[in-house]
Every structure is written in C-alpha cells, then in structure tokens.
C-alpha cells in the first residue's frame, strides 16, 4: 500500500440525485395540497381547509428548496478537492464541517448502502470519532478506497443484509 493516497471525485448519475428528486417532492409537498385545496373549496364548498393545506405548500416549498441548495453546495465543497488517506489517518469532509483528518483509531464502523445492487457500489458512510460522514460513490477509485479504509481502520467485523453491509471492529 502506498503511503499517501488520493481520491479526487469525478460526479456521475449519483451526483445528480438531490436535483432529479425536486419534481416528485414539488409533486407531493406543494402539488398535493393545492390539489386538496382546491377539490375541498371547489367540489365541497369547504374553506376552512384553504390556510393549512397553504401553510403546508409553503413548508413544502421550503423545505425543497433547502435541500436543494444543501445539495448544491455539498458538490461545490468537494469540487477540486479529495480524500487522502495516509498513515496518520483519513481526510474527510463531514457534511456541515469542514475537511478534517480522523486518526484510525476513530473511524469505528462503515456502512455501505447497496440497496439489493440497485445503486451499483453504493452510498458508504463512516462513522468517525462519533461524526457520521459520507464517502460519495463517484470518488474516483471507489472500491480501492473502501478496501483501504477498512484494512488501515481495522473493520474486520462483516454484516452482510440485503439493504446494506456494515463493517465494524470485533
């Protein structure tokens, strides 16, 4: 194993998912009480139903709209940087930190999100010194990565299920 690695991202699909998830959320957190509203005040003569299901298209509204605006600067974050690992430890990005090095000792369990094979190599994210942290599948060398991290952290113990493998020590 070299000393020091680097794993720098190149985003595919999965990059992609927090956007391609903004219609269906518009769909059912704002569209779906519009909807309500209208048929109630409409086809039942129901007013009383219009400031809630507004108070609820607003919510909606900006709930998506922040998750949005979370994902998008997350993938600003990570442009031109990477993820190094060395004899001293792992540099991550925590997803409200700021890029930091957690020693080997910390990282105490790692779990992949497979999802039935259905997302290809999967979501991993690491539990180090207590803070979880998301290792994004489109980092370049994916899998020679998680195989590092595993040896270098000493995640021995395997559970295996269909929605996930976790690794942790014994």
Request: with cysteine.
């Amino acid at each position: 194993m070299a000393e020091c690695e680097r794993f720098y991202f190149k985003p595919d699909w999965r990059a992609w998912i927090p956007v391609m998830l903004i219609p269906p959320k518009v769909a059912i957190f704002v569209g779906l009480p519009v909807w309500v509203a209208y048929y109630a005040v409409v086809h039942m003569g129901f007013w009383d139903i219009v400031w809630p299901m507004a108070l609820v298209a607003l919510t909606g509204t900006a709930q998506i709209t922040q998750s949005a605006d979370r994902a998008s600067t997350y993938r600003q974050r990570l442009h031109g940087e990477c993820i190094v690992i060395d004899s001293a430890g792992i540099r991550l990005l925590p997803h409200l930190g700021k890029w930091r090095t957690f020693p080997w000792h910390e990282i105490t369990q790692m779990r992949v999100l497979t999802v039935g094979g259905l997302l290809g190599k999967g979501f991993a994210t690491v539990d180090a010194g207590g803070v979880p942290v998301a290792i994004p599948p489109y980092a370049d060398r994916c899998e020679l990565l998680l195989l590092n991290l595993r040896e270098r952290a000493g995640l021995t113990h395997v559970r295996r299920g269909w929605w996930a493998t976790g690794y942790s020590r014994e």
